[in-house]
């Protein structure tokens, strides 16, 4: 099995802290695109977020909301059983 290439971002915590993550996908959904990442130091931790586009590029945007956050991860989910990787 060969090693998959993800996109790697870094992202500042709350703390100011940079943190690593792959890029999982990038998905639209409801007319905004989502971005699914995975934390590098602790690969069980996997993060939704929404991709805002400004005139001064993209930034990720936490998802407050308990119920947005579970229905894009649970069309997201759907959405790759419906379309399995090879």
């Given at each position: 099995?060969?090693?998959?290439?993800r996109d790697k971002?870094?992202?500042?915590?709350?703390?100011g802290d940079e943190k690593e993550?792959?890029?999982?996908?990038?998905f639209d959904m409801k007319d905004k695109t989502f971005a699914l990442l995975r934390s590098?130091?602790?690969?069980?931790?996997?993060?939704?977020?929404?991709v805002e586009n400004t005139?001064?590029?993209?930034?990720?945007?936490?998802?407050?909301?308990?119920?947005e956050r579970d229905m894009v991860l649970d069309a997201?989910?759907?959405?790759?059983d419906a379309n399995p990787a090879d």
């Open positions: 099995m060969s090693d998959v290439y971002i870094v992202v500042l915590d709350e703390n993550f792959s890029i999982e996908a990038l590098e130091q602790d690969q069980n931790n996997t993060f939704v977020m929404q005139d001064n590029g993209q930034y990720l945007k936490g998802i407050n909301d308990p119920s997201y989910e759907i959405a790759v």
